[in-house]
């Protein structure tokens, strides 16, 4: 990392207006798709993410969304994104303030819910999207502006995701039962709601708890959207407890019939994961796309 490591240095040092200092990184879990590292320079220990095949400005789209969760003012904790850079491989990285790792509060999952519903109280009148295209996982995540809440998620998210499925492989039949679904979403989801703020990938590895114990939120692929898109892919894999979703309505009501439309927004991140890692995901998407087609 010698050459990516003296990048981090002077960005870090431009971006706090100091002289760069030589940096040794220290290995951190980075997840699936981007490694990490810690380092300490200016007094302070930071948090650094990189990948050899980032996307076409990856980490500027997450840095915007870093700070469009920190402006929500929802009381969690969300890292500050100090500097990137997207110049290409070996020189795309992420440096964000590190937050260090603690037990969690007693309340926890209530401060985790009530954050999550002034997050996604946070609106924009400009529509559906986000300032910039970005990425969920390695997969680019188109966000130009719409007007109509199913207009984007058929046109921004399920729409291509069906298409990557057919570049995947997955069989014809289980493609036409998906673009049916894809057709039909008038009748199952609307415009009832204005944008909101959503993490949008978030599972349980994209929260942590920091040293005192409250909720913060990692990683996010943020944009304006209907805030049941959270809760779906909140359900997907599990890890939030029934206490979370209870504190999250104390603060911010669901519209009745929740929980029997979140299939339908499980069904993009589980094409996600079909177009990143093969496997049973595709059948899964399927399945879904199956119980929708009476």
Not at 88 to 93: C, V
Request: hydrophobic share 45%; proline share 5%.
């Amino acid at each position: 990392m010698n050459d990516r490591a003296a990048a981090v240095a002077e960005a870090l040092a431009n971006a706090l207006g100091e002289r760069p200092v030589a940096i040794t990184p220290r290995a951190a879990g980075g997840g699936s798709i981007n490694a990490a590292a810690t380092f300490d320079a200016h007094g302070r220990t930071w948090f650094v993410k990189w990948n050899d095949h980032a996307l076409p400005r990856q980490f500027e789209a997450e840095a915007a969304g870093l700070e469009a969760l920190r402006a929500a003012d929802s009381g969690l904790v969300v890292p500050r994104a100090v500097a990137f850079s997207d110049a290409g491989p070996g020189r795309s990285f992420l440096i964000l303030e590190h937050l260090e790792t603690g037990p969690r509060r007693d309340d926890f999952d209530e401060l985790l819910g009530r954050g999550l519903a002034r997050l996604h109280a946070c609106t924009d009148e400009r529509g559906f999207g986000f300032d910039l295209d970005g990425a969920c996982g390695a997969t680019p995540q188109a966000n130009g502006r719409l007007d109509r809440w199913v207009d984007f998620y058929r046109r921004r998210r399920l729409g291509p995701q069906v298409e990557l499925a057919r570049a995947r492989g997955l069989p014809a039949d289980g493609l036409r039962l998906l673009e049916r679904l894809v057709d039909r979403l008038e009748e199952w989801i609307d415009d009832d709601e204005p944008p909101a703020l959503i993490h949008g990938d978030l599972w349980s590895g994209n929260h942590l708890s920091t040293a005192d114990g409250r909720p913060a939120l990692i990683d996010p692929a943020a944009s304006f959207s209907h805030r049941e898109a959270e809760l779906g892919m909140m359900t997907l894999f599990g890890g939030f407890s029934p206490r979370v979703f209870a504190a999250y309505e104390e603060v911010r009501p669901l519209r009745a019939g929740w929980r029997e439309r979140l299939d339908l927004y499980a069904l993009y991140h589980v094409l996600n994961h079909f177009h990143l890692f093969g496997g049973s995901y595709g059948a899964d998407a399927v399945a879904i796309a199956e119980a929708r087609s009476g």
